[in-house]
């Protein structure tokens, strides 16, 4: 079982002034700590907003030593991942919806240094994403319908939690199995309990009154 991490998305912080939603988190990282934050990209196309790109991780890189996971929500990840790792990403998650070489994008990531991840839509079933397991650093099972945080956690995704780490356990693999949208200590705790060890909070942790409390916890699940 891994250890859980906690990575913040600063889709939830000031827009205005990302570079301080990511010192918040910084400055929770004990020492020593590979910290985590969340970096959620989108077109506009595979979802139906926009964040933030490149240019954006490349000028927040050299003042953050946290581990950036990039989760790209786009129609063609394979176009950017070579800009994403250029701009400082550590680990870059692809959807399995879209259609494209799945497999040799996630190939391609690992080749330009960065860790690998899988991703799928509520509605997209687990088998989906079985063929890629024994290639990829990390699974992240979207809890919402990926587009806007402070939605409302899908409990429907449990199950699918449970079954991708169940293939994790039959077949010695290693991935994290990762969870986004509507994560807060409850429902972080529900995940854990299906199998989930890395949670990704944008808005409940903005919100949190004691961020590092809250940080705390996660932690302990
Ligand atoms: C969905 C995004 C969000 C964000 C976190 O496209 O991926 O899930 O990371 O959202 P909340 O605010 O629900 O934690
Ligand atoms: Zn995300």
Known sequence: MFAPILAPSILAAD???LAAGT???????RPQELA???LDIMDGHFVPNLSFGPQTVAALRPNS???FDTHLMLDEPHRYIEAFA???ADLISIHIEPDYDHAGTLARIRELGCKNGIVLNPGTPAAAIEPHLARVDLVLAMTVQPGFGGQSFRRDVLPKITQIDTWRRERSLAFRLEVDGGIDLDTAAECRAAGADTFVAGTSFFAAADRAAFAAKIAAL
Do not use: I, Y
């Open 15 to 17: 827009h205005a002034n």
């Open 23 to 29: 010192a918040a988190v910084e400055n929770l990282a």
């Open 36 to 38: 985590w934050v969340h």
């Open 65 to 67: 030593r946290l581990f």
């Open 86 to 88: 250029k701009a400082g």
